[in-house]
C-alpha cells in the first residue's frame, strides 16, 4: 500500500482525501481499491439503473446505430445514404461510420498510445494536470474536477489540435510514451479530414439548394476550424452501479467523432431511455453537438449521452470535437430561416459557450436551452 494511504471500513483511503481524488482514478485503483469510496457514489436518482446498465439485463440488448457507409457516400449511391444521413441525424442525433478510410494502423497506434499513456507512472502522467481550463494540454478527472460535487469515474487528456496551430502545440504533447506525438497528429489529421468529408454530407443533408461558391466559403470556415482531442480513461471499477464515467451530456462543438474499444460504456438517451451503443470494431460514432443543433436551427438535436462504468475492463476511447473557429458566431444557417421556420436560437460566440463549461457542472443541455428563442 502507498505512504499515506489508511483502512477504513474495508475501504482504502487516503489522509488527505480531496488532493487523492484530484489525482484522478487511475491513481486510486493502482493504490488498491475495493469499495468506492463516498466522492464518486450518485445519489440514486442519478445511477444507471441495472437494468439498464448491464447488457446481460437489457430488454431489447444494445442499440446498433445506425450505419453511414463513407464509401458508398463519396459513390454512385451518395443521395441514398444522404437521406440514411437525415433520417440518422433526426432520430437518433448519433450514427456510426464505416469504411471511412481511416487506415487500421492509424487507428492500432493510436489505440496502443492512449492505453500506455494511461499505464504511465502517475508522476509522468502528472506533468500534463492543470487546473486552468483553457490549458491547451491538459490531463485531469472526472468531468469538470473544479466544480463536480461527486465525481465521475473518469480520467481524460485534452489536447487542443486546431490546424493552424498543430505544429507548435505538438511541442507541448506528452514526450511519453514514445510515438506518441506522431501517431496522436496523424490521427488528429485524419479524423480532421473525415469530419470535413462528414460536414459537407451533413449541410447536404439539411435539403437545402447550395452552389458551389457558397458549399465552399461555409467548407473554408470548418478547415480553419477547432478540434479538442480527449482520452478518455475508465478503470475497472468495484462498484460500478453507483457511479458514471460520464454524466449525461451533450458535446457542444458541430460534430463529435468517437472512436470506442470494445468495452461497452457509451448509452444514448432514445426514446427517453438509456440504452447502450454496441461497439462496432474500426468505426466510428459521430454525434451532433450543440453547434450544429444550432446552425440547423433545432432540425437536428445534439442527443444527450452518458458513460456507465464495469467491474470487469478498464475502457479507453478518443472524442475528437470538431467546429468553426473559435473566433466565430454560431447562429442558424439562414438558409434554414424563413417566415414558416422561424429563427430558434440567439446568436452565440464560442467563448461563451467555452465560458460557461468552465464555469459549472454543464450538465444535460442547460446552455443551449438559455440560446432558445421562444416564438
Ligand atoms: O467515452 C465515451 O464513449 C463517450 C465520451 C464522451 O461523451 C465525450 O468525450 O464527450
Ligand atoms: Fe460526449
Request: charged share 20%; aromatic share 10%.
Amino acid at each position: 500500500m502507498a505512504p499515506g494511504l489508511a483502512v477504513e471500513n474495508g475501504n482504502t483511503l487516503m489522509a488527505s482525501e480531496p488532493q487523492m481524488y484530484q489525482k484522478g482514478v487511475k491513481h486510486l485503483c493502482d493504490n488498491g481499491l475495493n469499495k468506492l469510496p463516498s466522492k464518486y457514489i450518485l445519489p440514486n436518482s442519478d445511477r444507471p439503473d441495472t437494468s439498464d446498465y448491464s447488457p446481460h439485463l437489457h430488454v431489447s440488448g444494445p442499440l446498433q446505430l445506425p450505419l453511414i457507409d463513407f464509401a458508398q457516400l463519396l459513390g454512385p449511391n451518395r443521395h441514398h445514404v444522404i437521406h440514411s444521413l437525415t433520417k440518422a441525424c433526426q432520430e437518433y442525433g448519433f450514427f456510426q461510420v464505416i469504411n471511412h478510410g481511416i487506415s487500421n494502423d492509424v487507428i492500432t497506434n493510436m489505440r496502443e498510445v492512449c492505453s500506455k499513456f494511461f499505464e504511465l507512472p502517475y508522476e509522468e502522467r502528472a506533468k500534463y494536470m492543470s487546473s486552468d481550463m483553457h490549458a491547451t494540454v491538459r490531463y485531469g478527472t472526472s468531468f469538470n474536477q473544479n466544480k463536480d460535487n461527486v465525481y465521475c469515474w473518469r480520467d481524460f487528456l485534452k489536447l487542443t489540435c486546431n490546424p493552424n496551430d498543430l505544429h507548435q502545440l505538438l511541442s507541448g504533447w506528452p514526450s511519453s510514451p514514445s510515438g506518441f506525438k506522431d501517431s496522436a497528429s496523424t490521427y488528429v489529421e485524419e479524423t480532421r479530414g473525415l469530419f470535413l468529408s462528414l460536414v459537407k454530407a451533413i449541410v447536404e443533408s439539411l435539403g437545402k439548394e447550395i452552389d458551389e461558391n457558397e458549399e465552399q466559403l461555409l467548407l473554408n470556415e470548418f478547415e480553419n476550424g477547432s478540434q479538442l482531442m480527449v482520452v478518455n480513461c475508465y478503470p475497472k471499477c468495484p462498484e460500478p452501479e453507483l457511479t458514471l464515467g460520464m454524466p449525461p451530456h451533450s458535446d457542444y462543438g458541430f460534430l463529435t467523432l468517437l472512436l470506442q474499444d470494445q468495452v461497452e460504456g457509451l448509452q444514448i438517451h432514445y426514446k427517453q431511455k438509456w440504452v447502450t451503443v454496441q461497439p462496432l470494431p474500426n468505426s466510428f460514432v459521430v454525434n451532433i453537438g450543440d453547434h450544429l443543433e444550432i446552425f440547423s436551427n433545432g432540425k437536428y438535436k445534439s442527443v444527450l449521452h452518458r458513460v456507465v462504468v464495469n467491474a470487469k475492463k478498464t475502457r479507453i476511447s478518443v472524442a475528437t470535437l470538431h467546429s468553426l473557429p473559435f473566433d466565430s458566431i454560431i447562429k442558424p444557417w439562414p438558409k434554414l430561416v424563413n417566415e414558416e421556420n422561424p429563427r430558434l436560437y440567439r446568436d452565440t460566440d464560442f467563448g461563451t459557450f467555452l465560458e460557461y463549461i468552465s464555469s459549472c457542472e454543464p450538465k444535460r443541455k442547460n446552455f443551449l436551452e438559455s440560446r432558445k428563442i421562444i416564438h
